[in-house]
């Protein structure tokens, strides 16, 4: 049994049928309640859901500050590589683009690593682009052990792995995996995934799954917003978080909600996923997980953030750069998109003490 099981149960709905026939009284009744299920979920991805939003957020709030406080744990991406065997259209790093390629030497992480813990944030995410030529295991277990010096937990963003990998890192220090299924609709999937390993949908699915079994602390998913209908991939999301949580209860189990930005090349976004659309996303997933994490990335604008802050989130990054060696070398790489959040560390902060909220810099430590 894995995810791609009930996936295939749960594609036979018919959603645009359920959607269309949701009413406000069925929000308003889904706000009584203390815990929602997989039907309330879905209706609250409806467009009827939109005349309640205010409604949802304020829950939406209640229910976060309930588990997590008023606090936002904070984090730093560092690239590592930008070398991609992969041709997703929507992302910079497709082998198809032609810009002059980096991976960092440890020499180089080190000094990365010095520059970005000067900010005091502890929590630091491996990325790379997805060769396993170029970002093999063992390179990353040498730069795990470089940023163990500097931080207290790493977690890594980088080609699926299997369950004997995940665990080698874990032995190295690594405590958390994110990993991106990019899009649940299989069909739409293979359209944006023409060749390379990633085409392997089952493979990608399954990961998160491989990753709780190797014992990570953390297991991250999300869906790339704009590649297919939102309202039905973050429904697959959060049936793919829920299913996880409920089969890996010692598990960690958060959720990003990336939406496209500008990067190299030329993709247009398949489905629009306006403001609206994020916050009600955003509103429902809390609603169906209280407990898991949401992280929001430096791909939403600093005002948009900022409104954010209340209605569900855990973790932002801050001060992030997405091209290698893009904290300390001179000669950096290409980014993976383009950040619009362009803030710095003592930025977030300041916006997060505006709204009553406690940066947290450092609340794990490896053994
Ligand atoms: S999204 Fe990931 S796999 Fe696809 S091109 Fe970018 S780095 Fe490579």
């Known amino acids: 049994m894995s995810f791609y099981h009930v996936y295939k149960q749960l594609k036979l709905l018919d959603f645009e049928g359920f959607l269309n026939s949701v009413t406000s009284n069925d929000i308003k009744r889904i706000l009584h309640k203390d815990l929602i299920n997989d039907e309330d979920f879905l209706m609250l991805l409806s467009p009827a859901a939109e005349e ?37 259209t929507y992302c910079s790093f497709s082998v198809t683009n032609q810009f002059k390629r980096q991976k960092l030497t440890m020499e ?27 970002s093999s295991v063992s390179y990353i277990k040498e730069t795990v052990e470089v940023l163990k010096k500097y931080f207290s937990s790493i977690s890594i963003e980088i080609n699926p792995l299997d369950t004997e990998e995940y665990k080698q890192l874990r032995e190295a220090g690594v405590d ?14 293979r359209d944006f995934h023409v060749k390379g390993p990633k085409r392997n949908y089952r493979y990608r699915l399954d990961t998160p799954e491989r990753g709780c079994e190797a014992g990570l602390r953390s297991v991250n998913i999300g869906t790339l917003l704009g590649l297919d209908n939102w309202r039905k991939e973050v429904f697959f999301t959060g049936m793919h978080a829920n299913y996880l949580q409920n089969k890996y209860i010692d598990t960690e189990i958060g959720l990003s909600l990336p939406r496209i930005r500008p990067h190299l090349g030329n993709f247009n976004p398949r489905s629009e996923v306006n403001d609206k659309a994020f916050v009600q996303s955003l509103v429902a997933l809390r609603l169906l997980l209280p407990r898991s994490g949401i992280t929001l990335s430096t791909r939403e604008s600093a005002v948009f953030r900022d409104h954010l802050i209340p209605l569900g989130i855990t973790r932002m990054s801050a001060g992030a750069s997405t091209e290698v060696g893009g904290y300390s070398l001179e000669s950096q790489g290409t980014n993976q998109f383009q950040i619009s959040d362009e803030r710095g560390v003592r930025d977030i902060c300041d916006a997060l003490y505006k709204k009553g909220y406690q940066p947290i810099f450092k609340d794990w430590i490896h053994s």
């Open 52 to 88: 309640c939003l205010e409604a949802l957020a304020q829950k939406a709030h209640r229910v976060t500050v309930q588990h997590f406080g008023k606090t936002i744990q904070l984090f730093n991406p560092i690239y590592i590589s930008d070398h991609c065997v992969n041709h997703c």
């Open 176 to 189: 958390g995996v994110t990993v991106y299924q990019e899009v649940y609709n299989e069909d739409v999937y």
């Open 108 to 134: 180089e992480v080190d000094r990365e690593a010095k520059n970005l813990a000067s900010n005091g944030i502890k929590h630091i995410l491996i990325l790379t682009g997805e060769s396993k030529l170029h």
